[in-house]
């Protein structure tokens, strides 16, 4: 579907109808070898059409406009030039929970939800806690925290404005405004997060984690869309854990918890970054494909 093929002459009486343009954007995200290509052709037409993917099922026949046909194209065209699916939507599912986003923000990732689960895990649902969600981006953590932790209290901060204002949107969206206090705090200041005096129970950070040669191979979604500031983390790819395992210490209570996210390969000179640093139990815990991605210790 180059901006010159038009094949509307291949059609009777030139009437398109949702199954047809449906298969010709799957056969043109395929040749532009998009790893989905019927999944995502889907979803962009639900878009365009206002449907969800069931419709399109059931309305396989029902003839599109031109108008609707123009802007099915121009997402086709967007997804091909390797634009997440998720931005071109605006909206994403994180802890089965609607978020929104915007390219100032993290696309959130199924292995962070066990940093999620770890909590809610350990706090049971009526008590409150306090939490610190450090780079909360689009605010899935946090979020997700305050609305199965219905007496929690949390903070969440970044050094994006653009993503805090993302995060407030979503807390609104799921309802959980009144708990979540955002701050803009920049993790290398000597500034701490408001409430810090009495201690954080709890504090959660999927900090930026790409280290310089993973860089170099990451795929255009990512390198060419995802801002490059929740990405890249120096030499090793843990130059914020290091601030982040540092920070926390003072900024925990006796007994609370540090749990971070970490790339592959980065448990252990993680953990040993938290050891060093005086926290005890330093563990780590796999995701879902074999990877140690949590790592966690006691104050
Ligand atoms: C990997 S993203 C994580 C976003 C979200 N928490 C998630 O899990 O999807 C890292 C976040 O850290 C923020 N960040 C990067 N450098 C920071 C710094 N020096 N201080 C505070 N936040 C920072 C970025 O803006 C980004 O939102």
Known sequence: MNSNQD???????????????????TLFLSSRQIENPRLDAERLLCKVMGKRRIDLYLCHDQPVSPAERAGFKNLLLRRASREPLQYILGETEFMSLPFRLSPHVLIPRPETEILVEMVLNLVPVREAVSILDIGTGS????VSLAFYLPRSGITAVDISRSALDI?????????????IRFQILDIRSPESPPEFES?????????????QPEWETLAPEIKNHEPGIALYAGADGLSLHRLV?????DWLQAG?????????GQA???????????YRSVASRKDLAGVERIVSGIR
Request: charged share 25%; proline share 5%.
């Open 7 to 25: 094949t509307t002459a291949r059609r009777p009486n030139g009437i398109w109808r949702l199954g047809d343009i449906l298969r010709e954007g």
């Open 268 to 278: 252990d000179p993680a953990g040993e970054i938290l050891r060093k640093k005086g």
């Open 245 to 249: 395992a540092e920070k926390s210490f």
């Open 199 to 211: 201690g954080f129970r709890f504090i959660v950070s999927n900090p930026p984690y790409i280290s």
């Open 256 to 264: 609370g918890m540090l749990i971070l996210e970490v790339g592959l």
């Open 167 to 179: 995060a407030a949107e979503n807390a609104v969206l799921n309802g959980v405004q009144e708990r």
């Open 139 to 142: 605010g899935c953590i946090a």
